[in-house]
């Protein structure tokens, strides 16, 4: 009967689970406030001081747009790997992974390799052509050879999309994340967040973001590095130790270490391949950073460091969350009423922080809990980065101004549009505070791989996209994908109550992305009008820019 | 970046060389990825039993975690692979390339 029940509620829990940590971005749920923790907080004021210093410092090497949206073009290759990384390692992968692995075993593990493939193929097929042809967004490349006015607006306005569902999903966990682990106010949180993003982006631009991120990255390796070496010498260093121990009192047993029914289903299994490997190529905030770096060769080499730490961090996530089996399940001092097996304090998410706590004391809880605000200040602060420059270098300077804006007034244009987004953002965050916005994550996923992905890829590779057909695939892949989404179940019976979803699946790539690239190419095919003609004549040096590099935005020189 | 300089580099048959070459590298490498991630998530959809068996007496290892653990290694290895060829030797005939191009134009 125990047993039992404590299977019902780990299943409950990773059902949840499973929507929450679905994706790279961090919809926390809801949370109960926690006495306030001085030793995090103290550890926070230090790295916003440190962060705050940097600021004051990029800011004296912020002083044109070339700087602001790309650091100059002077970030090295290691320096952006380990950002890209810390782009992509979100508290989400923090707590949500260890806490998935922590209740579903080898299937957290499977999820992970999907977050990880992406990342070898965005360098053999994207990278370079990535470096070689854009400038400050990615819009620079779709519209390299296309209508700049239609393009440009459509992909901003894609771009804006994931931007803001992201940030929004971001906000929430945040918020929620911070009530609980320095038991303030979930507005108060809020304003934090946003008026300390405001101030990292505003003042020192992607100088800044960039620094944030490293620091964040170092941050988040260190620490969890230290939890999962002090976590397995209680099980001298043995995986068959570990593995054997977690197996004896883990309620999966044997099928620990065994896949689940976490994918069994193949449909979902395939779209959400296929969303988080062409989504993280679609990602706005991903796909800036290819244009901070000098060259192609340091592009390439920025794939090659974020991969790297990446694997490791995930390899790292799993040993802990096994290792949480028995040091935190086993604990009494963890449960809600000190009953093992039913509810962790804090809700399942806690699961890191609690092994923090067990193998290094409230020094390494204080540590880890400010590394994972650190971690959501950076994540939002490139992204209101790169939603800034949609607005200000996209639809601004290229589409009202028609490229006639001095650099000055698109450099204020770009402050404001921060400072704007931020507003949003907290806005945003308050009025979604009490909602499971899991679904805004699958959603700024599914339009980056339906929306942006497929005519970033063709505008790279094929010659004959058009104008019209760009604008055919961009926009029917983000109004389907959105629609697929509002259908599913997360938000069709989530959010508005119906008892049945109209999309049996919650992720929609497999269906919009096929029809985003489909109607790309046929209404470019069926476009007979003269600029297409001229569109695609231009490929032809558009490739060889692609290919060598020739003629590629360069390093501003300081 | 003139016209004429592009379509000097397009007429080079260096250019056309290093395209090929560099582009079947990429895709031949894509391929892997793309096949070994597909055929594992295939399995983990419909064999999962396969996964579960433990290829090594007394050790809990599992096919599913040695799957898994390869594909970490082995994907990282294949960047490892394309980002050494590319920054050397096809960086390399790109220069080459490139420098032809400005001589031409001059």
Same mark, same amino acid.
């Given at each position: 009967?125990?047993?039992?029940?404590?299977?019902?509620?780990?299943?409950?829990?990773?059902?949840?689970? @499973?929507?929450?940590?679905?994706?790279?971005?961090?919809?926390?749920?809801?949370?109960?406030?926690?006495?306030?923790?001085?030793?995090?907080?103290?550890?926070?004021?230090?790295? @916003?001081?440190?962060?705050?210093?940097?600021?004051?410092?990029?800011?004296?090497?912020?002083?044109?747009?070339?700087?602001?949206?790309? #650091?100059?073009?002077?970030?090295?290759?290691?320096?952006? *790997?380990?950002?890209?990384?810390?782009?992509?390692?979100?508290?989400?992968?923090?707590?949500?992974?260890?806490?998935?692995?922590?209740?579903?075993?080898?299937?957290?593990?499977?999820?992970?390799?999907?977050?990880?493939?992406?990342?070898?193929?965005?360098?053999?097929?994207?990278?370079?052509?990535?470096?070689?042809?854009?400038?400050?967004?990615?819009?620079?490349?779709?519209?390299?050879?296309?209508?700049?006015?239609?393009?440009?607006?459509?992909?901003?306005?894609?771009?804006?999309?994931?931007?803001?569902?992201?940030?929004?999903?971001?906000?929430?966990?945040?918020?929620?994340?911070?009530?609980?682990?320095?038991?303030?106010?979930?507005?108060?949180?809020?304003?934090?967040?946003?008026?300390?993003?405001?101030?990292?982006?505003?003042?020192?631009?992607?100088?800044?973001?960039?620094?944030?991120?490293?620091?964040?990255?170092?941050?988040?390796?260190?620490?969890?590095?230290?939890? @999962?070496?002090?976590?397995?010498?209680? +099980?001298?260093?043995?995986?068959?130790?570990?593995?054997?121990?977690?197996?004896?009192?883990?309620?999966?047993?044997?099928?620990?270490?065994?896949?689940?029914?976490?994918?069994?289903?193949?449909?979902?299994? !395939?779209?959400?391949?296929?969303?988080?490997?062409?989504?993280?190529?679609?990602?706005?905030?991903?796909?800036?950073?290819?244009?901070?770096?000098?060259?192609?060769?340091?592009?390439?080499?920025?794939?090659?460091? #974020?991969?790297?730490?990446?694997?490791?961090?995930?390899?790292?996530?799993?040993?802990? *969350?096994?290792?949480? !089996? /028995?040091?935190?399940?086993?604990?009494?001092?963890?449960?809600?009423?000190?009953?093992?097996?039913? #509810?962790?304090?804090?809700?399942?998410?806690?699961?890191?922080?609690?092994?923090?706590?067990?193998?290094?004391?409230?020094?390494?809880?204080?540590?880890?809990?400010?590394?994972?605000?650190?971690?959501?200040?950076?994540?939002?602060? *490139?992204?209101?980065?790169?939603?800034?420059?949609?607005?200000?270098?996209?639809?601004?300077?290229?589409?009202?101004?028609?490229?006639?804006?001095?650099?000055?007034?698109?450099?204020?244009?770009?402050?404001?549009?921060? /400072?704007?987004?931020?507003?949003?953002?907290?806005?945003?965050?308050?009025?979604?505070?009490?909602?499971?916005?899991?679904?805004?994550?699958?959603?700024?996923?599914?339009?980056?791989?339906?929306?942006?992905?497929?005519?970033?890829?063709?505008?790279?590779?094929?010659?004959?996209?058009?104008?019209?057909?760009?604008?055919?695939?961009?926009?029917?892949?983000?109004?389907?994908?959105?629609?697929?989404?509002?259908?599913?179940?997360?938000?069709?019976?989530?959010?508005?109550?119906?008892?049945?979803?109209?999309?049996?699946?919650?992720?929609?790539?497999? +269906?919009?992305?096929?029809?985003?690239?489909?109607?790309?190419?046929?209404?470019?095919?069926?476009?007979?009008?003269?600029?297409?003609?001229?569109?695609?004549? #231009?490929?032809?040096?558009?490739?060889?820019?692609?290919?060598?590099?020739?003629?590629?935005?360069?390093?501003?020189?300081? | 970046?003139?016209?004429?300089? %592009?379509?000097?580099? =397009?007429?080079?048959?260096?250019?056309?060389?290093?395209?090929?070459?560099?582009?079947?590298?990429?895709?031949?490498?894509?391929?892997?990825?793309?096949?070994?991630?597909?055929?594992? $998530?295939?399995?983990?959809?419909?064999?999962?039993?396969?996964?579960?068996?433990?290829?090594?007496?007394?050790?809990? $290892?599992?096919?599913?975690?040695?799957?898994?653990?390869?594909?970490?290694?082995?994907?990282? $290895?294949?960047?490892? $692979? %394309?980002?050494?060829?590319?920054?050397?030797?096809?960086?390399?005939?790109?220069?080459?390339?490139?420098?032809?191009?400005? =001589?031409?134009?001059?």
């Amino acid at each position: 009967m125990m047993r039992a029940l404590t299977w019902m509620r780990s299943l409950a829990l990773s059902a949840s689970l @499973v929507s929450v940590s679905a994706f790279a971005g961090d919809a926390i749920s809801q949370t109960t406030k926690q006495p306030i923790n001085f030793t995090a907080i103290g550890m926070f004021i230090l790295f @916003v001081l440190m962060t705050l210093g940097i600021t004051y410092w990029a800011a004296s090497r912020t002083k044109s747009t070339a700087d602001f949206y790309t #650091a100059g073009g002077g970030i090295s290759g290691a320096q952006n *790997g380990l950002a890209i990384a810390g782009d992509y390692m979100s508290a989400a992968t923090l707590l949500g992974l260890t806490a998935m692995m922590y209740t579903r075993g080898v299937d957290a593990y499977i999820y992970m390799i999907a977050f990880f493939v992406g990342w070898p193929v965005i360098l053999f097929l994207m990278a370079e052509r990535l470096r070689n042809l854009g400038k400050f967004t990615f819009a620079d490349i779709t519209a390299y050879r296309l209508n700049q006015g239609k393009v440009r607006t459509m992909a901003a306005a894609s771009s804006l999309v994931v931007v803001c569902f992201y940030l929004v999903a971001q906000m929430v966990g945040a918020g929620q994340l911070i009530k609980l682990l320095f038991g303030l106010d979930y507005g108060v949180a809020l304003v934090l967040v946003g008026a300390l993003m405001m101030v990292y982006v505003t003042f020192g631009g992607m100088v800044a973001t960039t620094w944030v991120q490293i620091i964040k990255a170092c941050m988040l390796l260190f620490g969890g590095t230290t939890v @999962v070496l002090l976590a397995l010498s209680q +099980f001298d260093f043995s995986f068959e130790v570990l593995t054997s121990r977690a197996i004896s009192v883990h309620s999966l047993g044997e099928k620990l270490l065994a896949p689940g029914s976490l994918l069994a289903d193949p449909v979902t299994a !395939i779209s959400l391949g296929l969303g988080l490997m062409f989504g993280t190529a679609g990602l706005p905030h991903i796909l800036m950073r290819f244009f901070t770096v000098t060259d192609a060769k340091e592009a390439r080499k920025s794939v090659l460091y #974020a991969s790297g730490i990446v694997a490791y961090f995930f390899n790292v996530v799993a040993l802990m *969350g096994l290792a949480a !089996i /028995i040091i935190v399940g086993q604990n009494p001092e963890y449960f809600e009423g000190g009953a093992i097996g039913g #509810a962790i304090i804090g809700g399942g998410n806690m699961v890191a922080m609690h092994l923090a706590k067990a193998v290094g004391g409230d020094i390494l809880l204080g540590f880890l809990s400010a590394v994972a605000f650190a971690t959501i200040l950076a994540v939002v602060a *490139g992204l209101a980065l790169a939603g800034a420059s949609a607005i200000s270098h996209d639809i601004y300077s290229r589409v009202i101004m028609k490229g006639q804006a001095s650099e000055k007034a698109e450099l204020r244009m770009s402050k404001i549009a921060t /400072i704007g987004l931020g507003i949003v953002a907290v806005l945003l965050g308050l009025a979604f505070e009490k909602m499971n916005v899991a679904f805004m994550v699958a959603l700024a996923f599914g339009v980056a791989a339906s929306a942006n992905f497929p005519v970033l890829i063709l505008s790279m590779y094929w010659k004959g996209l058009t104008t019209r057909g760009a604008l055919a695939g961009g926009y029917i892949g983000l109004f389907s994908a959105t629609a697929l989404v509002v259908l599913s179940k997360s938000v069709w019976v989530d959010v508005f109550g119906y008892a049945e979803a109209l999309f049996p699946y919650t992720q929609p790539a497999l +269906f919009s992305m096929p029809l985003a690239f489909l109607s790309a190419i046929v209404v470019s095919n069926l476009d007979s009008s003269r600029d297409a003609a001229a569109e695609r004549e #231009a490929f032809g040096d558009q490739y060889v820019r692609a290919q060598t590099g020739l003629g590629a935005a360069t390093a501003a020189s300081h | 970046m003139s016209s004429t300089a %592009y379509a000097h580099i =397009r007429n080079n048959p260096q250019f056309a060389r290093l395209v090929s070459t560099r582009g079947r590298f990429a895709w031949f490498l894509s391929a892997i990825v793309f096949v070994v991630f597909f055929s594992f $998530v295939m399995a983990v959809a419909f064999a999962p039993d396969f996964l579960a068996q433990r290829p090594f007496a007394g050790s809990n $290892v599992t096919i599913g975690i040695l799957a898994g653990l390869f594909q970490f290694v082995v994907f990282w $290895v294949l960047t490892l $692979v %394309y980002v050494r060829r590319a920054n050397g030797e096809f960086d390399d005939l790109n220069k080459a390339i490139i420098d032809a191009a400005s =001589r031409e134009g001059k």
